[in-house]
């Protein structure tokens, strides 16, 4: 496709329960981010991928959370035994290589855990 | 706290008014950048400055980078309600490793027709 895109757009799970975030970046990107953003609030870094690596895994909150990247291409974020406070949007974004400025976004998946 | 500290949070304005945005930090960037977000959408890249000292203008927004490049300023001039949104400034940190971005909370802007 032409941008980022992201799956599902909504989700709403129980707490407790497994969720499981996709993203596709732009072909041909090698970095990928993800971010959280809480209601009206700026974006939080969660963790960035190189290709199939994890660099930087720092913004993950919790052992809860976990994502991977398979072929360069697809990501999935995983969180596990959901908490209420894990309700937000998660926004991921990719660019063209590690050092580029300019990254793009997807429209986001909005989390409800009740 | 909050690396990056942008002001105003909320700012409602009449059509036409100008209006300015500001981002501090207290820590250097390598860039900064400045995103402008509509609801149920990601954010839209604006602009990049590099340079401290740096102006970029963009039709009637014009944006400005601190000399010690720890700051920066969004200004819209004669603002029209389509620049209503959500708007983020973002900086890589030297001390970071890739090109991962440390947002600012952002500032709501409504322009009233």
């Known amino acids: 496709g032409a941008g980022v895109s992201q799956s599902p757009s909504n989700k709403v799970t129980e707490k407790g329960k497994d969720v499981e975030l996709r993203c596709d970046p732009i072909s041909g990107h090698t970095a990928l981010y993800w971010y959280r953003q809480s209601l009206g609030q700026g974006l939080e870094f969660l963790i960035y991928?190189?290709?199939?690596?994890?660099?930087?895994k720092s913004g993950l909150p919790s052992d809860r959370f976990s994502a991977e990247r398979t072929g360069g291409s697809v990501s999935t974020l995983t969180i596990q035994r959901t908490q209420q406070e894990d309700s937000a949007v998660y926004l991921c974004a990719s660019s063209s290589y590690i050092h580029s400025n300019e990254q793009f976004f997807g429209p986001g998946t909005r989390l409800t855990v009740l | 706290t909050q690396l990056l500290e942008q002001s105003p949070q909320f700012l409602s304005i009449q059509e036409g008014e100008n209006l300015t945005v500001y981002c501090n930090s207290s820590?250097?960037?390598?860039?900064l950048q400045w995103y402008r977000q509509e609801p149920g959408e990601g954010p839209v890249l604006l602009v990049t400055v590099v340079t401290g000292g740096e102006v970029k203008k963009l039709k009637r927004l014009t944006f400005q980078f601190g000399d010690a490049r720890k700051d920066s300023s969004l200004h819209i001039t004669a603002a029209q309600p389509g620049d209503t949104g959500l708007y983020l400034c973002?900086?890589?940190?030297?001390?970071?490793?890739?090109?991962?971005?440390?947002f600012g909370e952002g500032t709501q802007l409504t322009v009233n027709p």
């Open positions: 820590s250097v960037f390598s860039s």
């Open positions: 991928f190189q290709g199939n690596s994890a660099p930087d």
């Open positions: 973002a900086g890589v940190r030297r001390e970071t490793s890739g090109s991962r971005l440390t």
